[in-house]
């Protein structure tokens, strides 16, 4: 599987962006699917995750976003997205999707549990 991120760029406190995460080779009819994000000297966190099955999916997000930052996917398109609003400087970060064929019904929301990553999108949001 290969996941090429998008989007990423510079907006002001209280604005928006909308990351995507074009995916191809493999995919299964059960995987799970997630974004990241890694500030300055600091660890990879979990941000928001789908857990992807035949009959729908379920969502997981970090505290520290819920109520602002919204995931989907297309999967037609083999697209996953993060609509970000209400954007804060603490977002600044930059942000991976990450996928793996593995599915428990919840998303992962540890680094170690995911087998593909994405590039990596910077994300700046000014004061």
């Known amino acids: 599987v290969q996941l090429q991120a998008s989007g990423g760029g510079l907006v002001q406190a209280g604005g928006s962006l909308r990351l995507s995460c074009a995916a191809s080779?493999?995919?299964?009819?059960?995987?799970?699917v997630a974004w990241f994000r890694q500030a300055p000297g600091k660890q990879r966190d979990f941000v928001a995750g789908i857990a992807i099955s035949r009959s729908g999916g379920n969502t997981a997000y970090a505290d520290s976003v819920k109520g602002r930052f919204t995931i989907s996917r297309d999967n037609p398109k083999n697209t996953l997205y993060l609509q970000m609003d209400s954007l804060k400087p603490e977002d600044t970060a930059v942000y991976y999707c990450?996928?793996?064929?593995?599915?428990?019904?919840?998303?992962?929301?540890?680094?170690?549990?995911?087998?593909?990553w994405g590039q990596g999108t910077q994300v700046t949001v000014s004061s």
């Open positions: 080779g493999r995919t299964t009819s059960a995987y799970t």
């Open positions: 990450a996928a793996t064929v593995k599915y428990w019904g919840r998303p992962y929301r540890t680094v170690q549990d995911y087998d593909y």
